[in-house]
């Protein structure tokens, strides 16, 4: 049996369907780490994003990669919305009332 799958409308391969794709670039966030004032980038798996209720309760996380402190900013909806669009895992924070 031969490697390649074929369409079968087509009789199109894998191969020559993906032919021209390129790789792709990951997605990369510039940050500051407020303890030690060092200006970085980080992948989006580095990053958290946390969505609360409100404002106060949206927040975007990660370690400094220089001095290892715990980060945590405030994110609002542009924030949230390069978070997300760049691959970030997010946490929908849900209240209890």
Excluded: N, Q, W
């Amino acid at each position: 049996m031969s490697e390649s799958v074929t369409s079968g409308a087509m009789g199109m391969t894998v191969e020559s369907a993906f032919a021209g794709m390129r790789s792709v670039t990951p997605v990369v966030f510039r940050a500051g780490c407020p303890d030690c004032r060092e200006r970085f980038e980080l992948t989006a798996g580095a990053l958290r994003l946390a969505i609360g209720a409100t404002s106060r309760t949206t927040f975007y996380s990660f370690t400094c990669p220089e001095c290892g402190a715990s980060v945590r900013k405030p994110a609002g909806e542009r924030i949230v919305e390069l978070l997300t669009g760049g691959g970030v895992r997010t946490l929908r924070l849900h209240s209890t009332v």
